[in-house]
């Protein structure tokens, strides 16, 4: 009787093509990744300083690809794997204590980190898409950093970060703390002074769609597709009054796949619709000079179930790109991406909303490597075939085998 061919048979075999000889192991990647550590700046006085920061940083980034999620597991992970680690690491003065390894990153540039990462990843993994990339750009609460005002402490606000993630590499391109006095609003160009957004597609939050912000798009010559909400109602009232149910056949019965497009998509047991329409009719605008760059308008109309039951939703966009519904729409579903695969896995994944480190600088360099192991995890996910947290139980699990066969995936 024949075997049955399995789905996991199938993926070992595939599997098999990236396993490393024991006897010839390559070390190269993690040599390349501890180099570019090294380039960070250390405010330690250098007689002092008992631990390499770089060796620090390396240990961080391998416990949390191997399922650690604070500091505690992370220097377990160390103790535990400390003979293999030395195959490319000094560990001079052994392994640091839990607080150690918080202490070394609190004193880490988060920006500087986060460069260094991003180059590693960039580095690594081969991107053959072509397409204009799409960075969305949204705020991330981590809730357990917050400390409730009592007798004894003031109340600590929880970390609030802006995070710029690319659509097309799958990664959290730059991270900027949102002051505990505002908001994001004055947080955007900031952001967007760090990031290279030329021939990029900027979306972010209706907060966000401020006259400021997109100017400061256009000037960095990326284009922007941004909602508008009632937090412009005049502006908001005039789209609604604009997208008429006439205008909207009129876009429909044209159908050209310029101005309209057509999805569906199944959801807990319903089919939602949604139709996209965009229009370089922006003349009737008066204040159309107002907003650099502004060259269409665009709607979602989006339809869930059926009968009496349905309902529907509308929502409105500005754009600095001419009539090309696909590449818009593509934005406008995009946009979630910054949610649904980067801060989701950050809490889901990897645990971040239950860290209770309180020094600020500390969690979010914690949360930057965090964001540089999902990237990778994901790039390996079409071959491991499972879902990131399995991965990294999968990673732990055998860790001395699997972590270079991970390497040889990500860099194939």
Known sequence: MKKKVTKFMIREKLLKKYEVNPEKLDFQVLKDFKEKMKELTDTRQPRKCKYKIWDV??????????????????????????????????????IPSAKTYERIFSILKPQELENATTYFVEQVVSIFNQEKDIISIDGKTDNGSHRNKTMFHEEVKSLNVLNAYSNKYGLCLASEPIDKKTNEIPTIPIILDRLKIKDTIITWDALNTQVKNVKKVIQLKGDYCVPIKSNHPLFYQELQEYFSDDLLDTIRAKDDGITYKKEYEKSHGNIITYEYFQTEDIEWFEDKKKWAGLKSFAMVRKEIGEGKQKKVEKRYYITSMLNDISLVSKAIRNHWSVENKLHWHLDFTFKQDENTTMNKQALLNLQIMKKLALALLKHATDIYDCSLKFLRFRIAMDFEKEILRFFNVVSR
């Not at 399922?67 to 195959?87: G, H, M, Q, V």
């Open 57 to 94: 940083i390396v240990v961080t980034f391998l416990a949390i690809l191997a399922n650690c999620n604070d500091w505690e597991e992370i220097r377990w992970f160390a103790e535990s794997n400390r003979a293999w680690l030395r195959n490319f690491l000094l560990l001079s003065g052994g």
